[in-house]
């Protein structure tokens, strides 16, 4: 195991301890996937949702049972499956979520604008690679927001992102860099609907190697905890 393994393990109980409500989203068709979301929910206070994933994929005869299996563990007050591909359930899990979070503060003044927060950008880039991208790539690859920059009705930003190897390097950019730029093409636009405003996207790849095993790096990647597990 890597120290990024490490990292998101600490993570995950850490926010998991937190959570007001706990949703486990796991493969239908791994057993092994949905044991490591039981065992992070079993103890928490929190009401606990198993949100088995892919069930398209499935037979009826055979999901059926295997559904039904699922909803005798005490862990879950309810068992959403879902087809995430292609939104199926998605809603029915968004509305009993949203049924069981308690009202939070207003962070924020109505009309305020707030500077859009790097990790916002991290995260829908690398919610790009991972949609396009399969196997170890995603995994071993992280994001770096360079800069956000707000000037007039554009924001300007600038990102890298980091793989392991020349090889991954190589897939990341593509054939002629079709990759990356269908990659940074479809982050720009989602950050326009996220943020409601222009984006400008300057996106690039650099190799570090072995970063997933390297404190400082995992630290400045974003990847610290200092709660313990």
Known sequence: DTKLGEFMKSSAASAAREADVLVGVADVGRAGDIEVAASLARGRNAPALLVPNKVDTIPKPSLLPLLASLGTDPTWIAVVPVAAKNLDGTDILRDLIRARLPEGPVWYAEGQEAEP??????????????????????????VRVESVENEGDLTRVTATIIAERESHKGILVGAKGSMIKEVGMTARLELEKVLGRRVYLDLRVKVEEDWRNREAALAELGFKDDRRS
Do not use: G, N, T
């Not at 916002?120 to 995994?139: A, C, H």
């Open 117 to 142: 927060p790097a990790a916002i950008v991290q995260e829908v880039i690398q919610e790009k690679l991972f949609s396009r991208l399969r196997q170890e790539v995603p995994y071993s690859s992280a």
